[in-house]
C-alpha cells in the first residue's frame, strides 16, 4: 500500500495543472467546473463503493480504485479539449470514490488491536512518504514544465501505471461482522446514515473535513496566478510547492507526537488555523507574502489527515467503517458542487479576493471547532458500543 501511495503521489503536473489547462484552450472558469465534475463523480460512485467495501473484500476497491486513477491520469495528458479533460476528472471522481472510505478503513483495520493509539502516526507516517514523493515530483514536473507544458503530465500518468500494479500484490481484507444475517445495501446504508447524524463530533469531523477540502485543494489552481503576478518563474513553482510539501511531510511525520503532546482538539485547531492564515496572506500583494501564505495552506491540507482520520475511524464500527466514512464524504461533496464554480467565477473576477474569502470561510469553520470539541471530544462511546443506539 506504501508504495502505491509513493507512486500516486508523484503529481509531476499540479505546479502547472492551470497552465497546462489553459494551454488547451481551458479557462479558469472551466477549470473549476472540472472540479464540480469531478465532485459529482464522487457523490455518485462512493456511497456504493463504501458499502461495497464493507461487504467483500476490500482490496478489489483499492485495486480498482488505482485502476482509474492511471485511467483518469492518461487521458488528462493526452486531451485536446474539455470534453476529454471532464472524462478524466469523472474517472479520477471514481477512483476517490473507490478510495475515500475504503482504503482508510483498510488501512486501520490493518492496525490491529492497538489501531487507535497508532492511527494518527500511522497515517502521519504515509502521509510523510506521499509529500516527499510530492516533492520531487513538483520540483521535476516545474523544470519540465518550463520545457514542455505536456511532459508533466506525461509523466504522472505513467507513475499512476506504477501504482496500480502495486496494489495488485495487496492482502485480502474482509471485514468483519457482527451480524447472524446479511443486511441488504439498503439497510447497511440506512443504519450507516443514522450513525453518522447522531454523532455530533463524527459528523462534525467527518463532513467538515470533507466541505471544507473543496476549499483548500482551490490553492492549487489559485496559486499559480498569483505567482505569475508577482513574476514568480514558472521553473520555480514546483520548487515552492515541493518546499510545502517538505514542510507538510516533517509535520505528518510528527503528527503522532505533537498529537500527544497538545491533544486533537488542539491539532485540528491548528491545522485548520494554519489554511485560514494561509489563504489570507495570499491576498497581500506581495511576493514573499503569497509565497509564505501558499506553504501555510499546504501544510494545513495535510495536517488535517492524519486526526481526522483517527477521529472518525474510532467512532465507527470496523464492519461500518467504509460506508459511514463515504456517507460523510458524500454530505461534503454536495457543498463541492456549488463551491467549485463560485471559486471559479470569483478567481475570473478577483483572485485575491476569492483566497480572502477562502480564508474567511475556513477561519469561521476553524472557530466554531472550539466549542464542538470541547464538548463532544473525549465523550463519544468507543464504535462497538455506540453502535447499539443506533441499530
Not at 275 to 284: R, T
Request: one cysteine or more; a neutral charge; proline letters at 4%.
Amino acid at each position: 500500500m506504501a508504495l502505491a501511495m509513493i507512486a500516486a503521489g508523484f503529481d509531476f503536473y499540479v505546479p502547472v495543472s492551470a497552465f497546462f489547462l489553459e494551454s488547451r484552450g481551458l479557462s479558469l472558469t472551466d477549470i473549476f467546473m472540472l472540479e464540480s465534475v469531478l465532485v459529482a463523480s464522487i457523490l455518485v460512485a462512493e456511497i456504493p463503493a463504501g458499502i461495497i467495501g464493507d461487504r467483500f473484500d476490500r482490496r478489489r476497491l483499492v485495486c480498482a480504485g488505482f485502476v482509474f486513477n492511471a485511467i483518469a491520469e492518461i487521458l488528462f495528458a493526452a486531451g485536446t479539449n474539455f470534453s476529454i479533460y471532464a472524462l478524466s476528472f469523472v474517472m479520477s471522481g471514481l477512483s476517490i470514490a473507490m478510495l475515500t472510505g475504503v482504503q482508510d478503513a483498510y488501512i486501520y483495520d490493518s492496525l490491529g488491536d492497538d489501531a487507535d493509539a497508532k492511527a494518527v502516526g500511522a497515517w502521519g507516517h504515509l502521509s510523510a512518504l506521499m509529500l516527499t514523493a510530492g516533492v520531487t515530483g513538483s520540483v521535476v514536473g516545474s523544470a519540465l514544465g518550463s520545457v514542455d507544458i505536456s511532459l508533466p503530465a506525461l509523466l504522472s500518468a505513467a507513475m499512476a501505471v506504477v501504482a496500480a500494479v502495486c496494489v495488485a500484490f495487496l492482502p485480502q481484507q474482509n471485514p468483519k461482522t457482527h451480524d447472524k444475517h446479511p443486511e441488504t445495501s439498503w439497510i447497511s446504508l440506512k443504519i450507516g446514515v443514522k450513525l453518522l447524524f447522531t454523532s455530533p463530533l463524527l459528523l462534525y469531523v467527518a463532513v467538515g473535513s470533507s466541505a471544507s477540502f473543496a476549499l483548500f485543494n482551490a490553492v492549487y489552481t489559485l496559486n499559480q496566478p498569483l505567482f505569475a503576478a508577482q513574476d514568480v518563474p514558472i521553473a520555480i513553482w514546483g520548487v515552492i510547492a515541493g518546499a510545502g510539501q517538505l514542510l507538510a511531510a516533517g509535520y505528518n511525520y510528527a503528527a503522532g507526537r505533537i498529537e500527544k503532546r497538545v491533544g486533537r482538539k488542539t491539532a485540528l485547531l491548528l491545522a485548520m488555523g494554519y489554511g485560514a492564515a494561509g489563504f489570507c496572506l495570499m491576498a497581500v500583494p506581495h511576493v514573499l507574502a503569497v509565497v509564505s501564505g501558499f506553504l501555510l495552506v499546504v501544510v494545513g491540507i495535510h495536517a488535517r489527515g492524519p486526526i481526522t482520520s483517527a477521529v472518525t475511524n474510532k467512532l465507527i464500527p470496523a464492519h461500518r467503517r467504509a460506508t459511514v466514512l463515504n456517507v460523510a464524504s458524500s454530505v461534503g461533496s454536495l457543498v463541492g458542487i456549488v463551491v467549485n464554480p463560485l471559486v471559479g467565477l470569483g478567481a475570473e473576477t478577483s483572485t485575491r479576493l476569492t483566497v480572502l474569502a477562502i480564508g474567511g470561510v475556513l477561519l469561521a469553520l476553524t472557530l466554531t471547532w472550539i466549542p464542538i470539541a470541547n464538548r463532544y471530544l473525549g465523550a463519544d462511546e468507543d464504535a462497538d458500543t455506540s453502535e447499539a443506539h443506533v441499530s
